[in-house]
C-alpha cells in the first residue's frame, strides 16, 4: 500500500485511474441502486453485452470507441426495453440473443479492423490505467447527466421502480420513464467499462448497491452508500492490485465480491438474531 501511495505522487497514469473509478463510482451507485432494487440485473448484462458491437464498429471506422459504446448502450438499452414491454413470455430469450449478437458483432468488426487487435481484452476486462485524461472530463459530464436526471425525476423513478400499476395509476408515464432508466443504465455501464471491462461491469454495477441494501431501506441513503462502497472498491482495488502487477478490474470485484459474500453472511445473522428476539420477547 505505502509502494502504491507513494507511485500516487510520482505518476500522472496512476492519478487519471484514481479519478476514473471514483467518477466511476457515481454511476455504480445511483443507478445500480435502481438495478438492484427493481431487479433488472439481466437486462443490465444484456445491454453491458451488447456494447461491444458499438466498440467494435468504432473501432474499424478509426471512430472513438467509448463514443462508440455510448451509442450502442442506448440502442440497446431502448431495444431490450421495447422487448420487455412488448414480449414479456419471452424476454430472458430475446435479451439473451441480443446479448450474444452484440459480442459477435463487435469481435467480427475488432478482428477485421487492421492491425492487432489489442484493445479487445481492454475492451473485455478492462484497463483503468489506460483511461486518457481527457475521457474524464467525458466520464464526468455523463456522471452530472445521470445525477440531474435523477435527481430531476427522482419521485417518477421511485414510483416506476417499486410498483409500475400504481404508477400508471396515478398519471405516470411508466413506459417513457422505464426506458429512461433503462437509458441511464446504458450510461452507467459505459462509464464502469473504462473501469472494469464489460465482462465483470454487472458486478460493479449491483454489488455495491446490494451491500448497502443489506443495512439500508431508504432509496437516497442507499445511492449514498453505495457511492462511498464503489469508491471504496475502486480506489482499493487499484492500490491492492499495484505492488503485485494484477488486473486492476478483477481485482476491484474480487474485493467487491468477498465484501458481499461477508456482508450477507452478517446480515443474515443480524435477521436471524433479531427474530429470536422477538420470539424471546413474545
Known amino acids: 500500500m505505502s509502494e502504491f501511495l507513494t507511485a500516487l505522487g510520482d ?6 485511474a484514481l479519478l476514473a473509478g471514483l467518477l ?36 474499424y471506422f478509426g471512430l472513438d470507441p467509448f463514443a462508440g459504446a455510448l451509442v450502442a448502450a442506448i440502442l440497446s438499452a431502448l431495444l431490450i426495453g421495447a422487448v420487455r414491454l412488448a414480449w414479456k413470455t419471452q424476454e430472458d430469450t430475446m435479451i439473451g440473443a441480443l446479448w450474444a449478437i452484440g459480442m459477435a458483432i463487435g469481435v467480427l468488426f475488432i478482428a477485421k479492423t487492421p492491425g492487432y487487435a489489442s484493445d479487445l481484452m481492454s475492451f473485455l476486462f478492462g484497463n483503468i490505467l489506460l483511461v486518457p485524461t481527457r475521457e474524464l472530463w467525458l466520464m464526468a459530464g455523463l456522471d452530472l447527466v445521470l445525477i440531474l436526471t ?29 426506458l429512461l432508466l433503462l437509458c441511464l443504465v446504458a450510461v452507467t455501464v459505459v462509464l464502469l467499462i473504462q473501469v472494469v471491462g464489460l465482462i465483470l461491469v454487472i458486478a460493479l454495477l449491483t454489488l455495491p448497491a446490494a451491500i448497502a441494501g443489506h443495512y439500508v431501506r431508504s432509496l437516497g441513503v442507499m445511492m449514498l452508500v453505495a457511492t462511498l462502497l464503489g469508491g471504496l472498491f475502486t480506489s482499493l482495488g487499484l492500490a491492492l492490485s499495484f505492488g503485485p502487477d494484477l488486473p486492476a478490474g478483477p481485482t476491484m470485484i474480487l474485493l467487491a ?5 461477508a456482508s450477507a ?8 438474531h433479531r427474530a429470536l428476539r422477538r420470539v424471546t420477547a413474545a
Open 11 to 16: 505518476y500522472a497514469f496512476l492519478q487519471t
Open 24 to 59: 466511476a463510482s457515481v454511476g455504480c451507485g445511483v443507478i445500480g441502486t435502481f438495478v438492484v432494487v427493481k431487479r433488472i440485473a439481466f437486462m443490465a448484462g444484456g445491454i453491458a453485452h451488447s456494447v461491444l458491437g458499438g466498440m467494435g464498429a468504432a473501432l
Open 150 to 178: 435523477v435527481a430531476l425525476f427522482y419521485r417518477q423513478f421511485l414510483a416506476v421502480t417499486f410498483d409500475e400499476e400504481f404508477a400508471r395509476l396515478r398519471g405516470v408515464p411508466v413506459t417513457f420513464f422505464y
Open 257 to 261: 465480491g468477498g465484501v458481499y459474500l
Open 265 to 272: 453472511l452478517l446480515s443474515h445473522r443480524l435477521a436471524r
